[in-house]
């Protein structure tokens, strides 16, 4: 039996197609026959990650995969090279909506989990990783019972777990988001990688990463918490300074635009279980007047609040129930930055015998188009295992090292020099 995707589902389904990844870091060898067993146990709780996309006319399905054709775990040394190009390994079309590897090195193992947004959001993309890692221990200590059939009812959407919305509540919302758009344009980063000739045209995808150390990160809560500007505004802050920075003279009069992604899974009734592989997570845009040198506490207090008051309207939700409304004007769509902030999180549990040590997240695209000459900015902040982790995913045929090396140092400069004003942390 097959399932229609949603209106907000349509969204991740096109030419250009997204994958959330996930990639841990294992100490002490990760056994392939272990891991194969315990990703066979995953795809059994979830039907959505046994099932490709079809297409019916001018519909879309969810449809079933054979058992023949289910994603098997690949096994491929670890190298120099061998993250990149998982980076790069986009998820067959027609075919499965998941995969899994595990690249084997001599000290340290690292299994790659990539998941298509048509049935995931960054949420549930951790809980699948979660999942995968207690299975593999418990199937070592010989716990593990498999379910007599694989789940077979499909996840609910999460457009039919939203409040009801009239046609006035939905013109309304689209009317104040065209007020808000009214001024200077939007800035957006020049593709100068693009512009240059300077970007590859193979293995384009990859990420700059900003990672502090955990006494780096202590110290930067510490500060936050005595400045009282939340973590998370704070780095948007000092995101869009970098940003400013990095902008050509003519977008001087410019604005700053931010897409933040919001997770809606504990804002309908029932709350959603953060384990169903749906896409669950809706936006809020954000424009905002950033001077080439502004104070970072009072801006990340000021994006903060306008995020979290916005969440609190329902505005969210808003944007995925007007959203056929919402598309008819460009003007509301562009943006200096998109954001998926992930926040503070626990990291998987390690199984008996191994120490999962680094865990990272960020999304990939199977295209960039560099002919528009300019674009966004992609970030995904993050803390787990202590540390504040940036993953600046990126595609070389856009943006060049240089400038995503500038924002990493901006950002990281504005993250040390708050820590650095602050008194040191009690311990």
Same mark, same amino acid.
């Given at each position: 039996?097959? @399932?229609?995707?949603?209106?907000?589902?349509?969204?991740?389904?096109?030419?250009?197609?997204?994958?959330?990844?996930?990639?841990?870091?294992?100490?002490?060898?990760?056994?392939? /026959?272990?891991?194969?067993?315990?990703?066979?146990?995953?795809?059994? &709780?979830?039907?959505?990650?046994?099932?490709?996309?079809?297409?019916? *006319?001018?519909? #879309?399905?969810?449809t079933p995969l054979a058992p023949g054709e289910l994603p098997r775990l690949l096994v491929r040394p670890?190298?120099? %090279?061998?993250?990149?190009?998982?980076?790069?390994?986009?998820?067959?079309?027609?075919?499965?909506?998941?995969?899994?590897?595990?690249?084997?090195?001599?000290?340290?193992?690292?299994?790659?989990?990539?998941?298509? $947004?048509?049935?995931? %959001?960054?949420?549930?993309?951790? +809980?699948?990783?979660?999942?995968?890692?207690?299975? !593999?221990?418990?199937?070592?200590?010989?716990?593990?019972?498999?379910?007599?059939?694989?789940?077979?009812?499909?996840?609910?959407?999460?457009?039919?777990?939203? =409040? =009801?919305?009239?046609? &006035?509540?939905?013109?309304? $919302?689209?009317?104040?988001?065209?007020?808000?758009?009214?001024?200077?344009?939007?800035?957006?980063?020049?593709?100068?990688?693009?512009?240059?000739?300077? *970007?590859?045209? &193979?293995?384009?995808?990859?990420?700059?990463?900003? #990672?502090?150390?955990?006494?780096?990160?202590?110290?930067?809560?510490?500060?936050?918490?005595?400045?009282?500007?939340?973590?998370? +505004?704070?780095?948007?802050?000092?995101?869009?300074?970098?940003?400013?920075?990095?902008?050509? @003279?003519?977008?001087?009069?410019?604005?700053?635009?931010?897409?933040?992604?919001?997770?809606?899974?504990?804002?309908?009734?029932?709350?959603?279980? $953060?384990? &169903?592989?749906?896409?669950?997570?809706? #936006?809020?845009?954000?424009?905002?007047?950033?001077?080439?040198?502004?104070?970072?506490?009072?801006?990340?207090? /000021?994006?903060?609040?306008?995020?979290?008051?916005?969440?609190?309207?329902?505005?969210?939700?808003?944007?995925?129930?007007?959203?056929?409304?919402?598309?008819?004007?460009?003007?509301? #769509?562009?943006?200096?930055?998109?954001?998926?902030?992930?926040?503070?999180?626990?990291?998987?549990?390690?199984?008996?015998?191994? /120490?999962?040590?680094?865990?990272?997240?960020?999304?990939?695209?199977?295209?960039?188009? =560099? /002919?528009?000459?300019?674009?966004?900015?992609?970030?995904?902040?993050?803390?787990?295992?202590?540390?504040?982790?940036?993953?600046?995913? !990126?595609?070389?045929?856009?943006?060049?090292? +240089?400038?995503?090396?500038?924002?990493?140092?901006?950002?990281?400069?504005?993250?040390?020099?708050?820590?650095?004003?602050?008194?040191?942390?009690?311990?």
């Amino acid at each position: 039996m097959r @399932r229609e995707l949603s209106r907000s589902e349509l969204m991740y389904v096109g030419e250009i197609r997204t994958q959330a990844l996930t990639i841990c870091t294992v100490r002490g060898g990760v056994d392939p /026959e272990l891991l194969e067993r315990a990703w066979g146990a995953a795809l059994a &709780e979830q039907p959505s990650l046994r099932s490709r996309l079809t297409r019916d *006319g001018g519909r #879309w399905f969810l449809t079933p995969l054979a058992p023949g054709e289910l994603p098997r775990l690949l096994v491929r040394p670890d190298g120099p %090279d061998a993250r990149h190009r998982e980076y790069n390994t986009p998820l067959p079309i027609g075919g499965p909506l998941a995969r899994a590897v595990l690249l084997t090195g001599a000290d340290e193992d690292t299994v790659v989990l990539g998941v298509d $947004h048509a049935v995931c %959001d960054g949420r549930s993309a951790t +809980g699948l990783c979660y999942r995968l890692w207690r299975h !593999y221990a418990d199937i070592a200590a010989g716990a593990y019972e498999p379910p007599a059939v694989p789940r077979q009812d499909w996840p609910v959407p999460i457009d039919d777990l939203l =409040p =009801p919305r009239t046609d &006035e509540e939905l013109d309304a $919302h689209v009317r104040r988001r065209l007020d808000q758009a009214q001024g200077a344009p939007v800035a957006l980063l020049p593709f100068l990688a693009a512009r240059d000739g300077v *970007g590859s045209r &193979e293995g384009a995808m990859t990420s700059c990463r900003l #990672w502090l150390t955990r006494d780096e990160t202590a110290r930067v809560l510490a500060a936050v918490k005595g400045a009282g500007v939340p973590l998370n +505004g704070f780095v948007a802050a000092a995101l869009f300074a970098a940003l400013r920075a990095q902008l050509p @003279r003519e977008q001087d009069g410019h604005r700053l635009a931010c897409f933040d992604a919001v997770d809606l899974r504990d804002r309908v009734v029932p709350p959603m279980s $953060h384990e &169903e592989m749906v896409p669950a997570a809706s #936006w809020h845009r954000t424009l905002v007047d950033v001077p080439p040198a502004p104070d970072l506490v009072r801006l990340g207090v /000021e994006l903060s609040a306008g995020l979290r008051a916005a969440v609190e309207r329902g505005e969210p939700a808003l944007e995925l129930q007007a959203l056929d409304r919402l598309l008819t004007h460009p003007s509301l #769509w562009a943006s200096s930055l998109m954001l998926s902030n992930v926040g503070r999180i626990t990291g998987p549990p390690s199984p008996p015998g191994t /120490e999962i040590v680094d865990l990272r997240k960020f999304a990939v695209s199977s295209k960039w188009n =560099p /002919e528009f000459g300019q674009g966004p900015v992609l970030a995904s902040p993050m803390t787990v295992y202590g540390r504040l982790s940036i993953e600046l995913p !990126y595609s070389t045929q856009c943006f060049t090292v +240089g400038q995503m090396t500038a924002i990493h140092d901006a950002v990281r400069a504005a993250l040390v020099d708050l820590a650095d004003r602050a008194p040191a942390p009690a311990r």
